[in-house]
């Protein structure tokens, strides 16, 4: 089952989105950085402890701000099982190219939907890791193998830390 996690928007204007979604929507900013070296920011916004982010906004580029202000959605799966499930389908599914990439707290597949809405699944794994972040994984890997990778790759980030660590964090930030 999917479970609903979070919307990624292109935006045109991120003082005015940011002023907007914090002020007036009191949302906190979790985390903000370049993409990858030298790509657009990402900032992650959030209300909730136990999500990183239920909101995050990239500033796009000209053609992709006036076309799709949508840059994916995002659903969660319990279990790496059904991860594996999922990317089974999107692969016996030949007309989709998917990406999977982890986030150090997460291991996602991309993938887009027929008429090309960006689309991700992600199974949580029980680590955070401050954003962005991505790295490919291998599909084949076990889910102990999977998370042996994730804990080897990530581990060496200052920001790395038990997911339910960071989550209590959140809460006693939120409560004040
Ligand atoms: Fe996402």
């Known amino acids: 089952m999917l ?40 900032v992650f916004l959030s209300q909730q402890p136990s999500e990183h982010h239920q909101l995050a906004m990239v500033v796009a580029k000209a053609e992709e701000a ?9 659903f969660r799966v319990p279990t ?30 991309y993938f887009g939907d027929p008429e090309g809405n960006g689309f991700e699944v992600f199974w949580d794994t029980p680590w955070h890791v401050a954003q962005p972040q991505g790295k490919p994984w291998d599909i084949s890997l076990s889910e102990t193998a999977a998370l042996n990778w994730i804990e080897s790759t990530f581990s060496g980030e200052p920001s790395f830390e038990a997911a339910e660590d960071y989550h209590a964090r959140r809460r006693s930030l939120r409560e004040g």
Not at 85 to 102: E, G, K, Y
């Open 3 to 42: 479970t609903w996690s979070h919307v990624v928007l292109n935006v045109r204007n991120l003082d005015l989105m940011l002023d907007f979604y914090q002020n007036i929507l009191g949302f906190d900013i979790t985390d903000r950085g370049p993409i990858a070296e030298g790509g657009p920011e990402i």
């Open 66 to 74: 006036t076309t799709k202000s949508v840059n994916h959605l995002a």
């Open 80 to 109: 790496f099982q059904a991860l594996k499930t999922q990317i089974q389908r999107l692969q016996d599914h030949r007309d989709t190219h998917f990406l999977p990439l982890s986030h150090g707290n997460t291991l996602s597949v």
